[in-house]
Structure formats: structure tokens, C-alpha cells
């Protein structure tokens, strides 16, 4: 079967690093990811189903990966070689359509009993993601077992496979993982006034999440492209600004006071940090209200950022990550209300990989917003 | 024997046309056979001893008040208030007839015994003015006499202990003025009138307003009833002003009005604007050398520079009249007086009115034209310069000329930035904007401190801008602006041009091909009495 393989190669790695650097999704043409003809990965037990991805989605923490930028934290909770996607709608062996919730906690890893987070249900904060019968993985697409959505073939655990109705278009199931992102994001908000930063996908989803967990929270948004400018304003943002602009938006929003250096005396009490970047959470800690939370939903890496803020202002940092089952369910519901489709913007064959990472990294820029392989006219898809 | 204003018609033979352009200056062609010109009138001759006629405006005043100096007692309290920054424009060259009068009336004061005088810049919300501003206003001998007692200083629209509430006019209008000149035995309040919209009831009943106050005829409901403000009595700015002047007077506020006019000497008879000043068929070999010279030196010029040399010109205005008493009274003879040098008969509408707009407008002198200025400056002020009807016809279109970059003074427009950046974003409609942003705006207690301890324009100032525009917004089909910014000029609502052509052929879409156009030629000042 094809499927794109991401190899431990210390050497292409870091020419993914130097080529990921000057160009973003550069690393795609020189580093550890090929497209390649491999076995079709194993049912790992009973409860275990094949599902042939019909689009599987391209993530930012994928990109990461690609460029070599993501964190080392990963190392010892992804196994090589590994098929990377995430974000994946499929068919099952017996004609059902489904999505798949990635991660891979201790259910999918035949760990009984459970850790005590599996238990409660929360498996984004599962214990084992490195241990049990599969190979160290945190979700498929970093688990050498799995296989994942770039490809034409990958397996999943029952536990893992969300049906998805007829009516909900293969574009708009594909974006039910991010959007699950989202929701729980959405369920962790609880203040009056959200900044949200950062309008890509996850900044689009999550600010469609918080209006509709929160018909009356007042949201305010950044965006540096028009097209997601309108979409942050469709989706739910009361407002609208770009990056640059926010300070003085949150300062005009919430009447607080403004030293001459533009920092600002209080500050918005939400904050919601879609993009990871330095710049990004720097200007989170900036603009969040003294003892107030700032989320960071976008995937960070290894930053450099002035804490300062959040000593001084007593604010705190804290993670949003994936989601629990629930959230799929809500998500499958609002993809489907929301026309979510409309935001998968180009679809690529696998061949055509290296122009599907680099639109990916500069969708934004490009008027773009959710790239995708579309698996559906892979021939092998059908012979496997 | 200066000559008057008058209106050319254009045809093949006029030479291009002189277009004010921010820092900078066009020559535009204007269509043959359609277009016409409305020029200013050549300065009037000055008052040959100004300071004579201060003083015989003291001791002669008009209307039911005695001579000041029978105004004048030991013991009682006298306060001195003054027009800001905003007047005139340019700002003239020293010494300013605001010194020369207040000069006078404090040798009056003197005099008659009276210790008890403070000296008030009447800003309203306008930004403070810096200590050289006022040097500038008053003189140094008067500056140095009262500032370092703490008796010469800027109005506060917003210190709660120093403003005096006096009542409400018959439709309801709150009066809350300056306590300190509220509670005085006399206000001598001492004004330029640049334009016949300033001066009478509105220098004390909105110089040294409070917002309380102000909002009552600074709105847009006000604005669009005032065809034009630039005309009293067709002004409901001015009815408004006038009825709080009422409310003054029955309250016991007793104000001795001086006011002065200037002439349209703007930028000389001689040295390097004075081209500026000239009928451009009327250029010499030499005129045109300096101007083509001038325009190609500042275009070289980063616009800091552009500004800065700009900024630093100071106008050899004469005074053509000091009148002294009584509000209403005085009010009318100044009125008279500016409309002797500024009006200029111009018979009928037309379809297309073109502007230049230079480089400076009453809120950004040593300051930055922000795109909300150029908007107030040509869909408030020069468009509203008409008695009558608008010179532009309803549903027509106004093509301005300006640079219109999307730039802020960060110390002066705090409040514009985020007006431009938020409000405007949503919503260009005046209505829209004044009930969902203004109280916001109004009292956010960030505007406030910069307004109080800053240089900032209040909070709220740019909706009164906008505000200033809201009757020519609502009265003209499109608005073109050649040479802008095009990102600031559609965050306007207006359309922008890169060429008078191109604007010419976008407003054929409006008024069709053979349309009428009428440039004001402006500055130095001149107001169209429309037939």
C-alpha cells in the first residue's frame, strides 16, 4: 500500500530543520518524509479495525514534525518510522463511515485497569501513551503501530471510531477532530471577554466552539488574512483584528489603563493562544487581566518568552490538548450545523505530497485555511 | 484695492489649477466647458494700528454693555479666556492678536485695581496646549506674569471639582461650564474668528464646556440640521450655543465678547508660498520656477521633514476688525466682517466639487492629518463653507486631494486610532456610530487621563468629527479621494483615485459624463454663497 513514512534519519532531519527554517514546509522535499510502498500495518488485537482514510488532514503540529521544529518532548511518545495524519475520515471494512479519535490511551493499548485519567474519561490526559501493547505513540499518526491518515490504509481501535452521518460531507468530517480540539478548548473558557489569537484553523474552530458553548461570551479575534477575517466573523468573533492591532482593541474593549510603552494596566480576562508561536504567547501574557488564565490551544514548541507578565500579574499558562470522547460527539453535531466543509480549501493525491505541505504552511497567506490528502482516488485504496 | 473673490469658468485656455495635496501640492486640468473655479478673495486691507483699534473696541463696545473699564472694580474676579490651537490656521505670526488684546484688557484691568485674573486657553476637548503654544497665544510677558502662579492654564472639560453646572436650556440642554469663569464677576472672553462658525454664544458655551454640555448639539442629529454651520442662522449648532448662552446669561455669567477677524493673507504676498496665493494664469516665469522648484524639493523629502517645514509656517494675517461688548451683538458685525473677505457669489449647484486639502486642519496643527481629519476637513469644513444651498448638488459627488496616509499622531489622536481601527471597521453611518461607540469612548478613563494630563484630543473627539462630516455625508452620492492611501480611504467609505481623471471618470458613474464640476480653490479661505 502507499503511504507517507516519516523515518528516524538524523541526517535528513536536520536538513528539514535548515530548509524548514528558510522556507516553512520546506522540510517536506529534503528531510525524513517519503512516500513509500509498505506493508499495510497489523490489527493489533480483536477490538482492532482496518479503515481506508478517505481525507486525512494537515496539522500544524504536523508541520512541525516536517520542518523538524517540534519539541523533544515528543521522542520518547512517537515511534518510527510512522505514518503521519491525525485528522482522518474513513471507511471501515464493513462500508461505515467514520472518523477517528487519534489518541491512543490505554484502552486502545490494552492497559487494564486503565490510569486513574482514562478512568475519569479524560484520555487526552492519559499516563500510558508510551506503554501497553502498541508502540509508543500519542496519537496515530506518531505511532509506528497504527499507521495514520497519509496513507491508504491505517487500523484503529473500536474505542476509537466515531460513525458519522450520511449527511455530513467528507470535508466537514475531516475537521471533526480539530473542531473536538476546539470544544474542549471551549469547555475550559469561562470568562466574560475571549481574546482568541490566531485565526488558522484551530482559531477559526475554536472561536466557532466558544460561541456555541457560549451563546453569550463577547469574542474578539485576531486575523492577518482577509479571508479569515470574514470567517472569524461568520463563525462567531464580535470582533475582528489583526495581530498588531490588539493591544489597543483589548485596552478600547475593556477601558483599562495604557503606559506609554503601549503595555496596558489590565487586560482582557480570557485568552485563548491559537497559534504557539513566541509572538503569540508573548502577546497573550501581554493582554491577559491580572489573575486570569491564558489557554494555550495552538501547539507551542521551545520558546523564549518574557514570564514577567505572568509573575507580576499572577496570571496563568495552561494547556489545552486534544479532547475527550464527549467532545467528538458535539463536534460531529456542529461540523455538520456550521457547514465546516467550506474550510478545507485544496485536496491533494499523496503523490503530490511536497506542494500539499507547502500550500499547508502558507495556507493563510494563500487565502487558504484546511489542506487535505484526498485518499479517495488512490487506486490502491481499493485492492488493499 | 484688493480684488474680490470671483468664480472662472474653465476653458481651454486656463492653465492647470493648483490643488492643495497634504504636504505637498497637484496641478490639475480641469475639463474644459464644465468646470469652474471659485476663488478667494485677495486679503483685505489690514487695520493700520491694531492696537488703537483694541482700544477703541474696549471703550466703544456694541450692543447693551458698558465700556469695559466700567466693568472693571478692585476686588472682584476676573477671568480671561481665549481661543486654543485650533485658531487661526496656519497659526499667525507673533505677536498673535490674542496677545494684543488681552494685553490691553489687562492694562485695563491694572488700571481699575483688579488682582484677581485667571487666564484660560478655552479648548473644550481639544488637546491641552503645550507651554511654547501658549507663549505663542498670549506673549511671554503674559505667560511669565500668571503661569508660574498658576493663573494662565488650560481649560479642564473633565476636572469635576472646576466645572459649575448652571442649568438647562428651554429644550432640555444641560449647561455646565469652567467654575472658575462660571463663578467670576466678569468673563472677557477674546476670540479669532478664522470662520463664521466661530465666535458669539459658542466661545464660552462650548470653549469652556464639559462633555455633559457638549453633547448636546456636538451630535449628529445637530450637525445635520445645520445647513451649514459655517451660516448662524441656518445653524442648529449655533441655536443650540445660543440657547445655553440664555441660560449663561440668566445665571448671572457676565461675558464681555471681544472678537477679531483676520484677512486671507495665508501665506504671503512675498517668499516661498506666496505662489500659493496667486491666480494661477497670474504666475510669472519666476512663479511658476519657485513652485515647480518647491513641489519637487518636498516630494523629495521624507514626510517628517515635509511636515516639520510645513508646521513651522506662520501666517502674515492682518486684522481687519476688533469688536468689543455684548455677545449677539459683537457676533454680528464679526460675522459681517469674515463674510467680507471670505464670501464669494457663486450662482447654482454642481454636480462634481473638488477640493484640495492642505496640510493642516484646526486639530493637528504641530500634529498629523489623520484620515479622519482629511474626512472632517472636506465633508466638514469645506464643504460646509456655503450660505445657502451646498455648493454640490444632492446625491453628487466630492473628489478630495490628499495624501490620507494611515497615520496617527500616538500623543494628540489616541482615541482616533482606535476609533479608525474599531469603529470605522464596522460602520461608517454616523447615527450607527454615535450610539454604539460614543458613550464608550466618552468615558474611557484612559482617553481621560491623557486628555487631562497629556496632549490628547478627549476621548470622544473623533465621533465629533466624524460628526462634522455627517452632513455632507449624508447630502453627497460619492466620495472620491485622489492620491490616498487606498487601504485608509476605503476604511472611510470613500472610493480612491490615483488620478483626477480616474476620479472624474468614477463619478461619471454617479452623475454622468458631462457633469458640472466646481473646484473650490481653498486655501486661503473662501465660502461660496450659493443662489
Known amino acids: 500500500m502507499k503511504a507517507l513514512v516519516f523515518k528516524r534519519q538524523p541526517a535528513k532531519f536536520a536538513a528539514a530543520m535548515v530548509a524548514g527554517r528558510l522556507q516553512p514546509g520546506a522540510g517536506a522535499k529534503v528531510g525524513p518524509l517519503s512516500l513509500r510502498d509498505v506493508d499495510p500495518p497489523e490489527l493489533p488485537g480483536p477490538d482492532w479495525v482496518r479503515v481506508r482514510p478517505r481525507l486525512s488532514g494537515i496539522c500544524g503540529s504536523d508541520l512541525a514534525t516536517i520542518d523538524g521544529t517540534s519539541s523533544r518532548w515528543f521522542e520518547p511518545i512517537v515511534s518510527f518510522p510512522f505514518t503521519p495524519g491525525h485528522e482522518v475520515v474513513g471507511d471501515l471494512d464493513d462500508g461505515t463511515r467514520a472518523v477517528v479519535v487519534p489518541v491512543l490511551s490505554c484502552t486502545p493499548r490494552g492497559l487494564d485497569p486503565v490510569c486513574p485519567a482514562c478512568a475519569e474519561g479524560r484520555i487526552n490526559h492519559c499516563e500510558r501513551i508510551g506503554f501497553g501493547d502498541l508502540e509508543p505513540g500519542l496519537q496515530c499518526g506518531f505511532c509506528e503501530s497504527t499507521g495514520g491518515g497519509w496513507s491508504t490504509l491505517m487500523v484503529a481501535h473500536r474505542s476509537q471510531i466515531v460513525p458519522v452521518p450520511d449527511d455530513l460531507s467528507d470535508e466537514a468530517a475531516v475537521l471533526v477532530e480539530p473542531l473536538a480540539c476546539a470544544v474542549h478548548a471551549a469547555s475550559l473558557v469561562t470568562a466574560p471577554r475571549v481574546a482568541v489569537l490566531g485565526a488558522g484553523t484551530l482559531g477559526l474552530l475554536t472561536i466557532a466552539a466558544l460561541r456555541h458553548a457560549r451563546p453569550d461570551v463577547e469574542v474578539l479575534a485576531t486575523a492577518k488574512h482577509p479571508h479569515q477575517r470574514s470567517l472569524a466573523a461568520e463563525l462567531g468573533a464580535d470582533r475582528v483584528v489583526a495581530p498588531g492591532e490588539l493591544e489597543r482593541a483589548v485596552r478600547s474593549a475593556t477601558g483599562t489603563m495604557r503606559y506609554d510603552n503601549g503595555q496596558l494596566g489590565g487586560g482582557i480576562e480570557g485568552v485563548v493562544d491559537c497559534v504557539g508561536s513566541p509572538e503569540s504567547i508573548a502577546q497573550a501574557l501581554r493582554i491577559a487581566a491580572p489573575g486570569t488564565t491564558v489557554l494555550a490551544v495552538g501547539m507551542p514548541g521551545v520558546t523564549t518568552v518574557d514570564l514577567t507578565p505572568l509573575w507580576q500579574r499572577e496570571v496563568a499558562l495552561k494547556g489545552a490538548y486534544a479532547y475527550q470522547r464527549a467532545d467528538f460527539d458535539t463536534a460531529v453535531e456542529l461540523a455538520a450545523r456550521l457547514d465546516l466543509g467550506r474550510l478545507v480549501s485544496a485536496t491533494y493525491p499523496l503523490r503530490a505530497y511536497g506542494d500539499a505541505i507547502a500550500h499547508a504552511a502558507h495556507a493563510g497567506a494563500r487565502g487558504a485555511v484546511k489542506i487535505a490528502f484526498d485518499l479517495r482516488s488512490e487506486k490502491e485504496r481499493e485492492t488493499i | ?531
Not at chain 2, 118 to 137: C, P, Q
Not at chain 2, 255 to 267: A, C, G, K, R, S
Not at chain 2, 404 to 416: A, G, I, K, L
Not at chain 2, 462 to 471: A, E, K, L, Q, V
Request: glycine letters at 6%.
Open chain 2, 1 to 531: 484695492m484688493p480684488r474680490p473673490g470671483f468664480v472662472l469658468d474653465v476653458d481651454k485656455s486656463t492653465p492647470p489649477i493648483l490643488f492643495h495635496h497634504g504636504e505637498s501640492f497637484r496641478l490639475e486640468r480641469l475639463p474644459a466647458g464644465r468646470s469652474r473655479v471659485v476663488y478667494p478673495a485677495e486679503p483685505l486691507e489690514p487695520l493700520e494700528d491694531v492696537d488703537a483699534a483694541i482700544r477703541h473696541a474696549l471703550d466703544n463696545p456694541i450692543g447693551d454693555s458698558p465700556p469695559l473699564r466700567a466693568l472693571l472694580r478692585p476686588g472682584m474676579k476676573l477671568t480671561i479666556a481665549f481661543d486654543d490651537i485650533s485658531l487661526p490656521l496656519p497659526p499667525m505670526r507673533r505677536p498673535d492678536v490674542r496677545q494684543r488684546v488681552i494685553e490691553a484688557v489687562l492694562d485695563l484691568a491694572a488700571e481699575a485695581g483688579v488682582d484677581d485674573v485667571h487666564l484660560i486657553a478655552a479648548l473644550a476637548l481639544h488637546r491641552r496646549m503645550t507651554e511654547a503654544e501658549l507663549r505663542h497665544a498670549v506673549g511671554d510677558r503674559v505667560y511669565d506674569a500668571f503661569a508660574p502662579h498658576g493663573q494662565l492654564y488650560n481649560h479642564d472639560a473633565e476636572d469635576p471639582d472646576n466645572l459649575e453646572f448652571l442649568g438647562t436650556t428651554r429644550h432640555g440642554e444641560e449647561v455646565e461650564i469652567n467654575k472658575r469663569a462660571a463663578t467670576s464677576d466678569l468673563i472677557v472672553y477674546v476670540n479669532i474668528n478664522l470662520v463664521s462658525m466661530d465666535g458669539g454664544w459658542k466661545s464660552t458655551a462650548t470653549g469652556l464646556a464639559s462633555y455633559r454640555s457638549l453633547r448636546h448639539h456636538h451630535n449628529v442629529r445637530t450637525m445635520q440640521h445645520s445647513r451649514s454651520f459655517m451660516d448662524r442662522h441656518r445653524s442648529e449648532l449655533h441655536s443650540s450655543n445660543w440657547r445655553m448662552g440664555e441660560v449663561l446669561r440668566n445665571s448671572g455669567v457676565k461675558v464681555f465678547q471681544i472678537e477679531t477677524t483676520l484677512n486671507n493673507d495665508t501665506f504671503g504676498t512675498s517668499g516661498p508660498l506666496s505662489v500659493l496665493q496667486k491666480r494661477e494664469w497670474e504666475w510669472t516665469a519666476r512663479d511658476r520656477a519657485a513652485f515647480i522648484a518647491m513641489k519637487a524639493g518636498l516630494d523629495r523629502l521624507p514626510i517628517k521633514a515635509r511636515r516639520k517645514i510645513f508646521n513651522s509656517w506662520q501666517a502674515p494675517y492682518g486684522v481687519t476688525s476688533v469688536q468689543a461688548g455684548e455677545v449677539e451683538a459683537v457676533h454680528e458685525v464679526t460675522t459681517q466682517n469674515t463674510f467680507a473677505q471670505q464670501l464669494v457669489p457663486v450662482e447654482g449647484q454642481t454636480d462634481i466639487l473638488t477640493m484640495g486639502l492642505p496640510y493642516i486642519c484646526p486639530y493637528n496643527v504641530n500634529s498629523v492629518m489623520n484620515p479622519i481629519l482629511v474626512m472632517c476637513l472636506g465633508l466638514g469644513y469645506f464643504f460646509n463653507m456655503y450660505r445657502g444651498q451646498p455648493l454640490v448638488r444632492e446625491g453628487g459627488v466630492v473628489i478630495m486631494s490628499h495624501p490620507t496616509t494611515w497615520e496617527f499622531h500616538p500623543v494628540h489622536h489616541p482615541s482616533y486610532i482606535d476609533f479608525f481601527e474599531q469603529c470605522l471597521a464596522e460602520t461608517t453611518d454616523p447615527l450607527e456610530l454615535e450610539a454604539r461607540y460614543e458613550k464608550q469612548f466618552a468615558e474611557d478613563e484612559w482617553y481621560r487621563h491623557l486628555y487631562r494630563t497629556s496632549y490628547a484630543y478627549h476621548g470622544v473627539h473623533p465621533f465629533y468629527m466624524w460628526y462634522w462630516g455627517s452632513h455632507g455625508l449624508q447630502h453627497v452620492g460619492k466620495v472620491i479621494i485622489v492620491g490616498g492611501d487606498p487601504r485608509a480611504v476605503r476604511r472611510l467609505g470613500f472610493s480612491p483615485a490615483s488620478t483626477l481623471q480616474d476620479a472624474l471618470e468614477m463619478a461619471s458613474d454617479v452623475v454622468g459624463r458631462d457633469a458640472t464640476i466646481t473646484h473650490l480653490h481653498n486655501p486661503p479661505l473662501v465660502m461660496a454663497d450659493v443662489s
